[in-house]
């Protein structure tokens, strides 16, 4: 059986409501935990709610165990204006997290989100992408090591103290890992490429999770041969421009010293800035796949580091999945 709720966060001066819309899933099979599903936590990805749509219908008839809870819009004004942050306040929802009861409407919407959403969890993914510019392909490990090897993505990051990646305090796992619920963040899919192929692989991928937390009976796929990067610089072009990339695929290495791309003045058509790749083994993770505009300061690629990550084995990934 479906439900949904409609969760008023606050009124604005125009007299509008703002709500959270959160889906509700019984699983006919009997008993087994509350999933929690959400997405565009960051307004411009929006590849993550397409793929809560598809497993909203694939579950619909409640063929599972347990409840599955949905968000699949976590910040509907972030999300209309397609930014990362939202307009109202210029906020990062996911850094503010547990949110505060008074405060900016940020911090209000993160505490009902808390409050309404996370706290009820007994599992959570939340689903990221690169934006509405860059791609990226790969998942977190926090605290679940087989629920994030189950996604499927080829490169997993297990964050590590004093090494090289995207470690943000205020997030929404932070609230579930605290109470030790098994949390993975996923970042699959975004730029201004096809999404088809993002969404089916989120779709597959939440599915592998269902049968790993044994929620959907079907017995999940064999690991797959994966790799837990520890560091996964980010590199941010200097200057704003029109982005080339020169670099290869996500999923394929890079060596050091490699262009990654270049930035080009729109005005004088002057090439402004060479974007070279420091790592020395390096695997592409983000990219823009696309000629894009950036500002200086803009996710313009990230590379991970090959030199003592962990290869976890099992079989070997179809090709073409990346
Ligand atoms: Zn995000």
Redesign the pocket.
């Known amino acids: 059986m479906s439900t949904m709720r409609r969760i008023p966060v606050s009124h604005f001066a125009n007299g509008e409501a703002v709500c959270l819309y959160i889906h509700e899933i019984v699983g006919k099979k009997g008993k087994g935990p509350v999933l929690g599903i959400s997405g565009a936590?960051?307004g411009n990805?929006p590849t993550g709610t397409y793929v809560i749509r598809e497993i909203a219908k694939h579950y619909a008839d409640g063929d599972f165990r347990g409840r599955l809870w949905l968000l699949p819009v976590a910040n509907p004004l972030a999300f209309q204006a397609n930014k990362?942050v939202t307009p109202v306040d210029g906020q990062n929802l996911?850094r503010v997290f547990p949110g505060k009861a008074q405060g900016m409407f940020t911090d209000l919407l993160a505490a009902k989100i808390k409050s309404e959403f996370l706290d009820h969890l007994e599992a959570y993914l939340d689903f990221?992408?690169g934006?509405d510019r860059p791609t990226v392909d790969y998942t977190y490990v926090h605290n679940a090591l087989d629920l994030s090897r189950a996604f499927g993505t080829r490169y997993l990051f297990r964050p590590q103290a004093d090494r090289a990646g995207p470690v943000f305090n205020g997030t929404s796992k932070a609230v579930t890992t605290a109470r030790g619920v098994p949390s993975v963040t996923i970042?699959l899919g975004g730029g201004v490429v096809d999404q088809g192929p993002y969404i089916a692989r989120g779709v597959e991928g939440i599915k592998n999770c269902m049968r790993t937390l044994k929620m959907d009976t079907a017995p999940p796929s064999p690991p797959m041969a994966q790799t837990v990067l520890g560091a996964i610089p980010t590199i941010f072009p200097t200057q704003g421009g029109f982005l080339y990339t020169e670099a290869p695929p996500l999923g394929e290495e890079i060596a050091g010293g490699k262009v990654l791309g270049r930035v080009v003045s729109p005005y004088t058509f002057k090439e402004l800035e060479v974007i070279k790749n420091p790592i020395k083994r390096g695997v592409m993770i983000l990219s823009h796949l696309t000629p894009n505009l950036v500002e200086p300061g803009d996710y313009g690629y990230m590379v991970g580091d090959l030199e003592g990550a962990e290869k976890l084995p099992g079989v070997k990934p179809k090709t073409g999945r990346r």
């Open positions: 936590i960051h990805e990362r996911n990221h992408t934006t970042e």
